[in-house]
């Protein structure tokens, strides 16, 4: 019964610190994504200006994006709502979804956690290209969800493995501790019952760290 408060407490902190960390490493991964937006977008804005209307692949150089590859982050050039360039497989030559370009069309980041591109959820940060104050596309940086997932699901692990070591710790120092506690009494619990039984030449050995066992 000991244990229940301090196992109660175990999966309180767990259940918090988890969102703490799990809510962090999100924000993170936003924060990621917004600066690898911001990188591509710089680079690729100049040559979206110079010719606003060209909707040919040709015309812009996909080296800077191929160079990207190993980052770990996949990028996509959209000229209006229409991808242009990518490393995602699949999504070239694709539309992006219409909630995506509604916001990013006025201007606007567009962010979200589980967005479906080619065929796989990503955690997504679209960034308007812009000729003034007009939108002529949009840069994407993204992650897949199911690593970032896994990541999070590694997270919860090694939380809930200190949780479970320290409810093992302390179950192990309790009963340790009773154990310390328990042996001075039954050798006193010992000797008084011989007394009761006429044995007055008893000698009881016992000694105690607590100080009011050791003084009975």
Request: charged share 20%.
């Amino acid at each position: 019964l000991s244990l229940v408060p301090l196992m109660l407490v175990v999966v309180i902190l767990f259940l918090v610190t988890s969102y703490i960390m799990i809510y962090d490493l999100e924000d993170n991964m936003k924060d990621e994504l917004r600066i690898a937006s911001i990188g591509l977008m710089e680079h690729y804005q100049s040559e979206m200006l110079e010719d606003e209307q060209s909707a040919g692949v040709s015309d812009y150089n996909a080296y800077y994006l191929d160079s990207m590859k190993d980052t770990g982050v996949d990028y996509s050039v959209y000229k209006w709502n229409q991808c242009i360039m990518t490393t995602i497989e699949g999504t070239k030559g694709y539309s992006a979804p219409s909630e995506v370009w509604e916001v990013v069309n006025q201007g606007e980041d567009y962010f979200s956690r589980a967005l479906e591109l080619g065929g796989r959820d990503y955690f997504v940060y679209f960034m308007p290209l812009k000729q003034e104050t007009k939108v002529i596309g949009m840069v994407l940086a993204c992650k897949p969800t199911d690593e970032i997932n896994a990541k999070e699901g590694s997270l919860t692990l090694i939380i809930g493995g200190i949780g479970v070591a320290s409810i093992v710790i302390f179950a192990i120092i309790a009963w340790l501790g009773s154990v310390k506690l328990a042996m001075p009494l039954k050798t006193v619990t010992e000797g008084v019952e011989k007394l009761s039984h006429g044995d007055i030449g008893i000698r009881i050995n016992a000694k105690s760290s607590i100080r009011e066992i050791d003084k009975l």
